[in-house]
Every structure is written in structure tokens, then in C-alpha cells.
């Protein structure tokens, strides 16, 4: 290769490299397993940003009413697969588990293409609420298995420095995946975005596959060759674990009321969405003109903010930003039920959870054994947000049943909030504690 050449693509390379340096703290050797962690996560979201537009405009078609039910679905579904994750995650390394479990995925949404073509208007209702099952399925499985790989690639150090940016990476997919969804739904169908989603997830396979052969060789000084091993244990392991550890158990609580109270809004987005918009490509445009909104904020935020907040504030005050904006919110709404005013605290809410709460809750994660940042990992991730979204689902059921408005159900959701603030201050100060004993086991 010419000299002229190699000296050209060194400069592009520096200064690419001096570019993503004013964005975030990173380190010359983190740069390529950083590289293939953000395609990874841009490619998951944007397939899912396709997805759930159209699972949401299946979810309201079925009727406001039977959503209860789809999550009830979506519960059980969960316990069905947990296990077969378990035992891939036991068996497999995780190069070859992660395949499996993305590829499995594509699969199910080729039959999904399939039936949505040939399903009478009838059968159509059905289908739809199985792709919602589905989708709300899929969406925790893969998200949670991407987080459970990086915090096994990166320590507690770093995912401070670095976990902000590849949440970007995830906003941005959301932002191109939501507004791909809004702009080309009535030009290709859902048919249409099923396959670019399907595309988008062996994309996802590709980069995992990279970014396992790049962490081998960054990880290997500190950890040896045990990174891409698999992980034995039991198959019920993560539930058992999650039991046993007040840490762990408290992760778990922090999620439970984080969908408890998500589910409340979601019930209630849904309502508004069915009562305004008379057809399903409105109500697919409404549903995607939020995510996209969502998604610009948190963009920004976690571009320039997130990494560096973390970092001043610490884990307990960045921990505690989403109970906080949810207990103001919601007394808010109690006070004042505007839809205007709905829509902006559903907006700020998810941009808090995206852009502070969940690279901060993956911290968390990085100062637990190996094991259970994938088993135990998964089991609060996906089982145990099922259930709040079961317990709340049927509660939002109940209330409206007894004729709560928006605003007596905003005013439930209150004390909910402040003891999930609460909880925040506790599992915050517990998480140093927690990673010095697990240095210490593991030193021994």
C-alpha cells in the first residue's frame, strides 16, 4: 500500500478519533470494542423503533380494553422463554448465544410477514395481538442481552465514562427507526418494515460476533481467557440469585416500580390515542412522532451530558433523577389532566430513563458476579418487569373500573413514586459497597 495512502487514512483515523474524545472520555485501546458496542445497540433499536409503532397501533386496535390481557400474554410468554435463555446461556459461549437468540427472533418475524398476509380481517385482530405479545417479548430479551455483553466487556470504571454514549447509540436508533416507521408505513406497509427489521437484526449478529473478538483480546490482561466461555450454573439460577441478594433483590424492586408506573402511562397514552385518532395510520404516526421526540432529546443528552453527569453526580443522585421527575409528574397530571401537559411529562419521563436512569442502572450491574450479570441480569430485565407490568395492567383495570379519572390514578402513582425514590437512595449507596465485595470474592 502506498506510503501516501496509509499516511492519509492515519490522519482520518486521528482525527476521528480526536472528534470522539471531545464527546467522551475514552481511552486509545477502548476505542474499537466502543466502536462495535455502538453498532450493535444502533442496529437493535432501530429494528425495534421499526417494530413498536406498529405493535402499539395492533395493541390499541385490539381494544384499550384487552390490553390487561396482552400483558398478561406477554407474562407468560416471558416465563416460557426465560428458561430456554438460561439454558442457551449455559451451554453456549456467549458469541454463539447471542446468534441464537437474534436469529430465533428473525425467524418468528418471517412468520409474522407470513400471517399478517395471508390472516382474514378477522384472523388479523389475533395475529396483531400475538405480534404485540411478540414485540413486547422480543424488545426486553434482546435489549437485556446486549447490556448483560457489555457489562461483561466493560468495568464499572469505564461504563461510567462510556455507558452514556452507547445509550446514544441506542437514541439515535430509535430516533432513524421512529421516523423511518412514520415516513414509509404508507409506502411499504408493515410487511415492508418487518424485513428491514429482520436486515437490522443480522446486522446486530454481526456486530456482536466483532465486538466478542475485539473484547477477547481487550479483556484478556485483566480476566484471562474465561470471557467467551460458557456459563454453567443452574437454569433457574438468575430467579434464585435475585432472591438470595438484597442487592440484586433491590435492582429488581427499582425495576418493578419503574413498569408499574411506565404501564400507567402507557394505559393511559393508549386511551388518549384511541379517543383522538380515527385510523390506524394516525394513530401509527402519533404513537412514532413521540418516540421521535424522545429520541432527539435523549440524543442530545446523552451526546454531552449523561457520561459527564454520572461521573460529578455519582451514582445515587443520577439513580434518583427518574423517581424524582415521575412523583412531580404524576402530581402534575393529578393536578392538572391536560393532554398537552400528559404528553410532556411522558416525553421528559422517557427522556430521564434513557439518558440517566438506565446507563446508571447498568452500572449497577457491573459489580455483580459474571453469572448473574446474565442470568440474573435477564431475570430482573425481562420476568420482572413483566410482572409489573401484569400487576399494574390489571390495577389500572381495577381503578378505572371503580371510575378513577387520569387524575386519580396520577394520584396513586405518587407514593409510588417517592418510595421508588426512596429505594433509589439506598441501592445507589449499596452499589460501592457491593463492587468491593465482589472484587474481594473474586480476588480470592
Known sequence: MPTKLINGKKRVITTLTGSLRRIVNIQPEEIPALAWSWLYVFALFLAYYVL??????????????????????????????????????????RERFIAVTYRFFIVNLLIFMLLMTVATPGQSVWVGRAFFIWVSVFNLFVVSVFWSFIVDVFDREQGKRLFGFLAA???????????????????????????????????????????SRVSDVFQRPLRGDESNKALGGGLFAGMTHTFRSPYLLGIAFFMLFYSVTSTFLYFQQASIAEGNFVNSAARTVFFARIDFWVNAITL???????????????????????????????????????????????VIRRVTNFSLARPTREVLFTSVAREDRYKAKNFIDTVVYRVGDQV????????????????????????????????????????????????????D
Open 300 to 346: 442530545v443528552l446523552q451526546l454531552f451530558l449523561t457520561g459527564r453527569l454520572i461521573g460529578w453526580l455519582g451514582v445515587v443522585v443520577t439513580l434518583c433523577a427518574l423517581p424524582l421527575f415521575s412523583l412531580v409528574g404524576f402530581a402534575g397530571i393529578a393536578a392538572y389532566p391536560a393532554i398537552g401537559l400528559f404528553v410532556v411529562v411522558q
Open 52 to 93: 413498536r409503532p406498529i405493535r402499539d397501533e395492533l395493541g390499541v386496535a385490539g381494544g384499550v380494553r384487552n390490553l390487561p390481557w396482552l400483558f398478561t400474554g406477554t407474562l407468560l410468554a416471558m416465563l416460557a422463554v426465560n428458561p430456554l435463555f438460561a439454558a442457551a446461556v449455559r451451554r453456549w459461549p
Open 392 to 443: 399494574a395492567g390489571w390495577t389500572y383495570a381495577g381503578l378505572v373500573g371503580l371510575g378513577l379519572s387520569m387524575t386519580g390514578i396520577s394520584i396513586v402513582a405518587v407514593p409510588l413514586s417517592a418510595l421508588w425514590l426512596g429505594l433509589s437512595v439506598w441501592l445507589g449507596t449499596r452499589s460501592q459497597l457491593t463492587l468491593s465485595r465482589t472484587v474481594n470474592r473474586e480476588t
Open 169 to 211: 447509540g441506542a437514541t439515535l436508533g430509535g430516533l432513524v427507526g421512529s421516523s423511518l416507521t412514520a415516513g414509509f408505513v404508507e409506502m411499504v406497509g408493515q410487511n415492508g418494515l418487518l424485513i428491514i427489521a429482520m436486515i437490522l437484526l443480522e446486522m446486530a449478529v454481526f456486530a456482536s460476533r466483532r465486538l
